[in-house]
């Protein structure tokens, strides 16, 4: 299985939307407004390719942020809050893998591709709906659950020394 990785542009906005909406059986037109107006970061996202130049793959990701993604947690957690927006971080909006690739190199691959660019971030914002089965994938890459709602578990992928020591602080409050 050969592919290449290149990064995404407004152009691939298109794309996105419909791959979005098969793989998470959203309305077109919601998915639409999202990445129109949830701050698609275009350059740090990522896009597989095989060697027909057919999409096998996109890792999108965002400059939004966590209270747009979680109304709740101003009401719930303020003070979290506040302490994680105080850090540099950026979101995992969509993460998506064709099925004839999953159980590959090529999740790995994708986010590797971006890791040198992710260290200005102080940690990666990783929200992932209940019934998705990537939970486990997130917490094996160090995500750490900062907090959960009805829709969504939400995580936080230390990067910088600072996100990590909230992190093992988080760790010892869900224990």
């Not at 990064?7 to 959203?26: I, L």
């Not at 639409?32 to 275009?42: K, S």
């Not at 940690?123 to 900062?146: D, Q, S």
């Amino acid at each position: 299985m050969s592919y290449h990785l290149q990064r995404m542009t407004p152009a691939d906005a298109a794309e996105t939307v419909r791959w979005m909406t098969r793989q998470y059986g959203f309305d077109s037109q919601e998915v639409e407004g999202w990445v129109t107006h949830l701050h698609f970061n275009w350059p740090m996202s990522v896009k597989a390719v095989d060697e027909k130049e057919e999409t096998i793959g996109l890792l999108n990701m965002s400059d939004y942020r966590i209270e747009e993604e979680t109304t709740a947690i101003m009401d719930e957690r303020p003070e979290l809050l506040s302490q994680l927006n105080a850090m540099k971080y950026i979101a995992v909006f969509s993460f998506i893998v064709a099925e004839s690739y999953r159980g590959t190199r090529l999740n790995y691959d994708m986010i590797t591709s971006l890791w040198d660019d992710l260290q200005v971030y102080d940690y990666v914002f990783i929200p992932v709906m209940h019934h998705l089965k990537t939970h486990g994938y997130w917490r094996r890459w160090g995500a750490v659950e900062f907090y959960r709602d009805e829709m969504s578990v939400y995580y936080l992928l230390p990067l910088s020394s600072r996100a990590k020591r909230m992190a093992a602080k988080l760790v010892r409050q869900n224990a």
